[in-house]
């Protein structure tokens, strides 16, 4: 049977400090992974967000329903496997980020996306002193690598936890100049999806939403606002107890 679709068989959950983190027991037994790896976790509130997961499901696992859990066996089965490759997929985003990419007209969809993504790119000089250049249409145009080099930074000092959310919030939003205002908290992570969404939006007020892609539109934003909160989680103070 899956272990994903196995009875609830436990009455509490509990998170106990180790030398190597934290782990999360229901009763008396650990939880691990898909891949039977012990579910040890950096913080105490990642571990406290998940014990909050598996203490909340009813009669019968839902995963659907624990998107922290999901997200940290993501990390510890697939992530941490194969670390240097995705922070290299990651870091690519920024040789073709979003933001750089300009519409040719008409003049509304221009004025739009200058002053959603300008402040973006104003920050990201501003904070790791490193201008994108901008491209007309949809060719890719290769930024300057040195430059590239300096705004990565970040991403190959990260673990595999958050590593995790990160490459989530840059593979949704297209955007790895997004990814870092998620995580500098520069703008509220809602706020940051509708910056990314604004080719999408513009086109909506012009022909008409679609009900289909809105709705896919509306789980990728939540999917988001939770790789958000993964990254929060897996980056706190390791100690910390959350009131």
Same mark, same amino acid.
């Given at each position: 049977?899956?272990?994903?679709?196995?009875?609830?068989?436990?009455?509490?959950?509990?998170?106990?400090?180790?030398?190597?983190?934290?782990?999360?027991?229901?009763?008396?037994?650990?939880?691990?992974?898909?891949?039977?790896?012990?579910?040890?976790?950096?913080?105490?509130?990642?571990?406290?967000?998940? /014990?909050?997961?598996?203490?909340?499901?009813?009669?019968?696992?839902?995963?659907?329903?624990?998107?922290?859990?999901?997200? /940290?066996?993501?990390?510890?089965?697939?992530?941490?496997?194969?670390?240097?490759?995705?922070?290299?997929?990651?870091?690519?985003?920024?040789?073709?980020?979003?933001?750089?990419?300009?519409?040719?007209?008409?003049?509304?969809?221009?004025?739009?996306?200058?002053?959603?993504?300008?402040?973006?790119?104003?920050?990201?000089?501003?904070?790791?002193?490193?201008?994108?250049?901008?491209?007309?249409?949809?060719?890719?145009?290769?930024?300057?690598?040195?430059?590239?080099?300096?705004?990565?930074?970040?991403?190959?000092?990260?673990?595999?936890?958050?590593?995790?959310? $990160?490459?989530?919030?840059?593979?949704?939003?297209?955007? $790895?100049?997004?990814?870092?205002?998620?995580?500098?908290?520069?703008?509220?992570?809602?706020?940051?999806?509708?910056?990314?969404?604004?080719?999408?939006?513009?086109?909506?007020?012009?022909?008409?939403?679609?009900?289909?892609?809105?709705?896919? /539109?509306?789980?990728?934003?939540?999917?988001?606002?939770?790789?958000?909160?993964?990254?929060?989680?897996?980056?706190?103070?390791?100690?910390?107890?959350?009131?």
């Amino acid at each position: 049977m899956n272990a994903w679709k196995a009875k609830r068989f436990w009455k509490g959950t509990s998170v106990v400090e180790l030398s190597t983190g934290f782990s999360v027991k229901l009763d008396e037994r650990d939880v691990k992974t898909p891949a039977k790896a012990n579910l040890i976790l950096p913080t105490y509130a990642l571990a406290k967000a998940i /014990a909050r997961e598996w203490d909340a499901q009813q009669e019968e696992i839902d995963p659907h329903s624990m998107p922290v859990t999901r997200a /940290a066996n993501a990390a510890i089965d697939k992530v941490s496997q194969q670390q240097k490759e995705v922070t290299d997929i990651v870091a690519a985003y920024a040789d073709a980020d979003l933001l750089c990419y300009r519409a040719t007209g008409p003049i509304s969809l221009i004025e739009r996306q200058n002053q959603a993504w300008d402040p973006l790119l104003d920050w990201a000089e501003d904070t790791f002193g490193v201008r994108l250049q901008l491209v007309e249409g949809v060719m890719h145009a290769a930024q300057n690598q040195e430059e590239l080099k300096k705004l990565t930074a970040d991403v190959h000092k990260m673990d595999a936890f958050a590593l995790t959310a $990160f490459h989530e919030l840059v593979s949704l939003s297209g955007s $790895f100049v997004i990814g870092l205002a998620t995580i500098y908290k520069r703008n509220p992570p809602q706020e940051l999806w509708q910056i990314a969404r604004v080719d999408e939006i513009w086109q909506n007020e012009q022909w008409g939403e679609d009900e289909e892609d809105e709705e896919a /539109a509306r789980y990728k934003e939540s999917e988001f606002v939770q790789a958000t909160q993964f990254y929060d989680y897996s980056t706190s103070d390791p100690l910390k107890r959350p009131n």
